[in-house]
């Protein structure tokens, strides 16, 4: 491994640019140890959709702004982003097109000086806790090749876990930020609704419940991400508040003193694993060695009729995007062209009204109000990441014939998650733990509405006391 090989791998991103303004390397030498590291790992892992190599070599050759992230190479999900003139393929063999104009996250990251040099692999439009689909193939977790990265932003874990990248772009719809962040052991922060744009042309995903957050490894990355991409565009109807001065700003002053509210159940009742438990039960104590207030608590939601209406939103919207491509191209998804379960949802979507919509929407409101009232008297909510470590692949990919199985192996696997997205809270995953046979294990806080600030500020202090950025698999 070369001495620029060594520090890109150990340097995390905001380190990486300072280290390009200083003149102490170049964005050249980190694109291409980026570029190395795909070469020898994605064989292995499968975890790149497509490459745009040239226009990070372009962009790595414009003045160098200013930015606390520039001149760093950067990879986005392949799935919600748009690079223009580079396929999205959305993990489908179906919904792949050729844009024509940049996502303004796109827009964004060129103006911060990030080197965008691809795109991530996701599981057929982002519909499952896993990344494997027939368009892209299985993506491995890099601690257990035969286990799930997660989903559906499992490349764009993979890419941070094995040092292709320090930091990278994901999306969260009901746990894809949290999910693979904590199957590879890395931080992964959903963000509030509304906090980061998704235009143009487009306000919300999923009625709401689906947001742009960070994958990195360590605290200050995910600070940074938030200083460039987290400001308000044109369309925004909802603009939560930022802290003053920014978010690099706010990880400089420790976290109050905090009350804590702890789950250990989850609503569905799906059995919890021992090694989980042990590792949320030990966050807790070291919170409260900390100074934190720590007692079991949870809001009351009507957990039933949450994932009814989540069912009816999942699948509606599933349905708009196949039927906006088929215009696009101008022929129906066939049933052998798309997976088996996205085929379900649209089938599931027939069926549903408007009424049943606005309805599920309802369902959603009275979940956040719930939420809320439970922040009145508590700062932040503790809870697994997911019940059990990372489950072996074929488990919930979505070209499977049963969806009964799916559906109960989805909710024992990630019961805790949907809940942040439902609520439109903040939640993050932080790697605090490993089980008996060496798979990372997450753990999430949830902060109330536009409270990231708080959630990176009690990071900081566990990321202190708890290192984990060193903590990497052997590939």
Known sequence: MTDIASLYRDTDATGLARLVKKGDVTREELLEAAVERVRATDPLLDYMAQDCLDRAQAQAAAPLPESPLAGVPFLVKDLGINIAGV??????RYLEHLP????????????????TFGKTATPELGLTVTTESIANGLTRNPWNSGRTAGGSSGGAAVAVAVGTVPLAQA?????????????????????????????PGKVEDWNGLSGIGPISRTVRDAAAFLDVFAHPAPGDRVRPAAPEGGWLEAIRHKAPRLDVGLMLTPYSGDHLDPDVHGVVHDTALLLGRLGHSVREA???????????ANVTNIAICTARTLATHAELV????????????????????????????????????????????????????????????????????LDQDDPSRFGAEFSAFSPFASLANISGCPAINLPLGTSHDGLPIGVMLMAPFGREDLLLQIAAELETEVPWAGRRPHI
């Open 171 to 199: 999306s969260d719809g009901g746990g894809s930020v949290r999910v693979p962040a904590s199957c590879c052991g890395l931080l992964g922060l959903k963000t509030s609704r509304g906090r980061i744009p998704l235009g």
């Open 330 to 397: 101008g022929h129906e998804a066939a049933p052998e062209s798309i997976e088996k379960i996205t085929a379900m949802w649209r089938h599931i979507a027939a069926s549903r009204s408007g009424e049943q919509l606005q309805a599920a929407i309802a369902s959603f409101e009275a979940a956040a109000i719930a939420v809320d009232s439970f922040f009145e008297s508590h700062d932040l909510l503790l809870s697994p990441t997911l019940a059990k470590p990372p489950v072996e692949l074929g488990v919930l990919h």
């Open 298 to 308: 949870r809001p009351d939601v009507d957990w039933a009729a949450m994932m009814d």
């Open 87 to 92: 396929r999205t393929g959305s993990g489908s």
């Open 100 to 115: 024509v104009t940049n996502s303004l996250f796109v827009d964004r990251a060129d103006a911060a000086g990030l080197l």
